[in-house]
T-cell receptor, first 112, second 111 residues
Framework: GDSVTQMEGPVTLSEEAFLTINCTYT??????LFWYVQYPGEGLQLLLK?????DKGSNKGFEATYRKETTSFHLEKGSVQVSDSAVYFC???????????FGKGTLLTVNP | DTAVSQTPKYLVTQMGNDKSIKCEQN?????MYWYKQDSKKFLKIMFS???????INETVPNRFSPKSPDKAHLNLHINSLELGDSAVYFC??????????FGSGTRLTVV
């Protein structure tokens, strides 16, 4: 079945550092790929998505590229802020799949 | 305007009780879901409904019963609550590949 593996956290960075959170997937067919963010005490918000190979999703300085050859969708940001502290989830799904399959989440803490 | 709203936000109840969580979406989406997030933040799908029809039922105990009176509503009823049911429950909706919109969650604590 479908599965998502993302790097274990927690990740602790200083403000303005470069961020990478690795995500790889196993799926049949051609899923859409997503990154969701969960701020403390809140629900999940869609951060960015890509629906086909080589698509790049971007939002709020974050970006991720759908790499079919390496089955990856790594999240990157060039300069993190304290306000980026949250749990980040990689997920796959869409179309007739009728569900999102999530990775285990990565807790990011950014210190001033 | 809240896109996916679920109530209540917090629910504290005793073991053995029966409780319900309600969810409504005003996005016109065809598909609605219930997800469970455990204490380690892991998210797992429980149910998926498409146009009021049950599509996915992922090995959830039959104490959990979803009900979709129309495609804008998906409620979750839980019988005979157990300590292990304590979690955050998220409702979500989607339409094709346009992404999934989540509610703000219901934190259920069983004591």
């Amino acid at each position: 079945g479908d599965s998502v593996t993302q790097m274990e956290g927690p990740v602790t960075l200083s403000e303005e550092a470069f961020l990478t959170i690795n995500c790889t997937y196993t799926a049949t067919g051609y899923p859409s790929l997503f990154w969701y963010v969960q701020y403390p005490g809140e629900g999940l918000q869609l951060l960015l998505k890509a629906t086909k190979a080589d698509d790049k999703g971007s939002n709020k300085g974050f970006e991720a590229t759908y790499r079919k050859e390496t089955t990856s969708f790594h999240l990157e940001k060039g300069s993190v802020q304290v306000s980026d502290s949250a749990v980040y989830f990689c997920a796959l799904g869409g179309g007739s799949n009728y569900k999102l399959t999530f990775g285990k989440g990565t807790l990011l803490t950014v210190n001033p | 305007d809240t896109a996916v709203s679920q109530t209540p936000k917090y629910l504290v109840t005793q073991m053995g009780n029966d409780k319900s969580i309600k969810c409504e979406q005003n996005l016109g989406h065809d598909t609605m879901y219930w997800y469970k997030q455990d204490s380690k933040k892991f998210l797992k799908i429980m149910f998926s409904y498409n146009n009021k029809e049950l599509i996915i039922n992922e090995t959830v105990p039959n104490r959990f019963s979803p009900k979709s009176p129309d495609k804008a509503h998906l409620n979750l009823h839980i019988n005979s609550l157990e300590l292990g049911d304590s979690a955050v429950y998220f409702c979500a909706s989607s339409q094709a590949d346009y992404g999934y919109t989540f509610g703000s969650g219901t934190r259920l604590t069983v004591v």
